[in-house]
């Protein structure tokens, strides 16, 4: 059984920094792409970022770029979402997921077929 399990989110100030963490059991991160999604209240959900399973490859929406960026500790694991200079409009919960074995990464949510359960990040202006 697959399960993933999402950490770090909290409140924190406009230009301020939080790292998410998202541990993974019943799956090897080695093999697996994985992604970060947010959903802000009334909107749909969207692609964050993603890595793939050989960590050579990262992929981030334009309005992330510059400010977060994905990593995994194959040992732990864990995939992160390290998020600097945050700005109220990344308020969001945000979800990790897991892809299919060996597959690119992707940012179309149907291509994850595994979520943890998310965690809240409140950004105050």
């Known amino acids: 059984q697959v399960q993933l399990v999402e950490s770090g989110g909290g409140l924190v100030q406009a230009g301020g920094s939080l790292r998410l963490s998202c541990t993974a059991s019943g799956r090897t991160l080695s093999r697996y792409p994985m992604a970060w999604f947010r959903q802000a209240p009334g909107k749909e959900r969207e692609f964050v970022a993603a890595?793939?399973?050989?960590?050579?490859?990262?992929d981030y929406t334009d309005s992330v770029k510059g400010r977060f960026t994905i990593s995994k500790d194959n040992a732990k694991n864990t995939v992160y979402l390290q998020m600097n200079s945050l700005k109220a409009e990344d308020t969001a919960v945000y979800y990790c997921a897991i892809g299919r074995f060996l597959a690119t990464i992707d940012s179309r949510a149907s291509m994850y077929n595994y979520w943890g359960q998310g965690t809240q990040v409140t950004v105050s202006s």
């Open positions: 890595i793939g399973w050989s960590d050579t490859s990262t």
